[in-house]
């Protein structure tokens, strides 16, 4: 099965930064890859499908870029309501993974 | 608009089975514009990935957890469930049923998610 691993594992951030959050595949998803974000109580939301294709309703101060094994979450202009720990998965075959969080802290 | 929500009981005690059901209104488990999902996070950990089952009735299962679960789908298409069997504390998590796009390979929809305590 696929791994997925991310880093950091949590970072510091203010109001206003732009936060850059690395998503890595064991193997090849090719463009497979998307992003979730988690706050506390509350199920995961989707924000980027397919590695750079925007949830509709979502910010687009999110970005999503990569391909292959490599894969990066953006966050331009930190804003309050961004502060959440952020999930990659890929969706490459059936027995999809997700990465382990990374949490974006004040 | 897709909505989901799970229940089943909060507290199952060790050795037995762990049986959930995800309600969904707004779509028909025979849509082909989705699969169907269940995936759990224990108390203060990321998500796991349980199971899934498609509009044709094939299961795919999480190879660690194959052995002791069960999707299934219900005969008014609109419900499915999990099984969990043999559970212990290690199963202690919230249980979330989602909805997987099947166009763009994503958890498009999630329920709200049910706590679910293994403990005699």
């Known amino acids: 099965d696929i791994q997925m691993t991310q880093s950091p594992s949590s970072l510091s951030a203010s109001v206003g930064d732009t936060v850059t959050i690395s998503c890595r595949a064991s193997?090849?998803?090719?463009?497979?890859l998307n992003w979730y974000q988690q706050k506390p109580g509350k199920a995961p939301k989707p924000l980027i499908y397919?590695?750079?294709n925007l949830e509709s309703g979502v910010p687009l101060r999110f970005s999503g870029s990569g391909s292959e094994t490599d894969f990066t979450l953006t966050i331009r202009s930190l804003q309050p309501e961004d502060f959440a720990t952020y999930y990659c998965?890929?969706?490459?075959?059936?027995?999809?993974?997700f990465g382990p969080g990374t949490k974006v802290e004040i | 608009q897709v909505q989901l929500q799970e229940s089943g009981p909060g507290l199952v005690k060790p050795s037995e089975t762990l049986s959930l059901t995800c309600s969904i209104s707004?779509?028909?488990?025979?849509?082909?514009?989705?699969?169907w999902a269940w995936i759990r996070q224990p108390p203060g950990k990321g998500l796991e990935w349980i199971a899934t089952?498609?509009?044709?009735?094939?299961?795919y299962y999480n190879p660690s957890l194959k052995s002791r679960v069960t999707i299934s789908m219900d005969t008014s298409m609109t419900q499915f469930s999990l099984t969990v069997s043999s559970v212990t504390a290690a199963d202690t998590a919230i249980y979330y049923c989602?909805?997987?796009?099947?166009?763009?390979?994503?958890?498009?929809?999630w329920g709200q998610g049910i706590l679910v305590t293994v403990s005699s």
């Open positions: 998965q890929h969706s490459f075959s059936a027995d999809v993974t």
């Open positions: 089952i498609y509009f044709s009735g094939n299961t």
């Open positions: 707004g779509a028909s488990i025979s849509s082909r514009s989705h699969y």
């Open positions: 989602s909805s997987y796009q099947t166009l763009d390979n994503y958890f498009d929809t």
């Open positions: 193997q090849t998803v090719r463009s497979y």
């Open positions: 397919g590695a750079s």
